[in-house]
């Protein structure tokens, strides 16, 4: 049974660090390109950042470089976001996402939120 599980949300303030984790389970995680999507209320699902299978590639939503870093672990099929900085504008509930295209493979996790406020 697949599975991606994130963890890491929560409320923190402006400013501020939060790690997301995503634990990958029911299929070959490191065959597969790794995405953090984010969708706040009234607005739709943005790609934030991505990852090649082996983690040698990263590409990151304009409105997060700099601030945003996507890495992942093959050894433990986990991958990650680490957030600095952060605006109230990237709260949003934050996904995971296990991409194969050549094989039409495409798994989401339930999300997590992440909230930044003062």
């Known amino acids: 049974q697949v599975q991606l599980v994130e963890s890491g949300g929560g409320l923190v303030q402006p400013g501020g660090s939060l790690r997301l984790s995503c634990a990958a389970s029911g299929f070959t995680f490191s065959s597969y390109a790794m995405n953090w999507y984010r969708q706040a209320p009234g607005k739709e699902r943005e790609l934030v950042a991505a990852?090649?299978?082996?983690?040698?590639?990263?590409n990151y939503a304009d409105s997060v470089k700099g601030r945003f870093t996507i890495s992942r672990d093959n050894a433990k099929n986990t991958v990650y976001l680490q957030m600095n900085s952060l605006k109230p504008e990237d709260s949003a509930d934050y996904y995971c996402?296990?991409?194969?295209?050549?094989?039409?493979?495409?798994?989401w996790g339930q999300g997590t939120q992440v909230t930044v406020s003062s």
């Open positions: 996402n296990a991409v194969r295209r050549l094989f039409g493979k495409d798994y």
């Open positions: 990852i090649t299978s082996a983690g040698g590639s990263t």
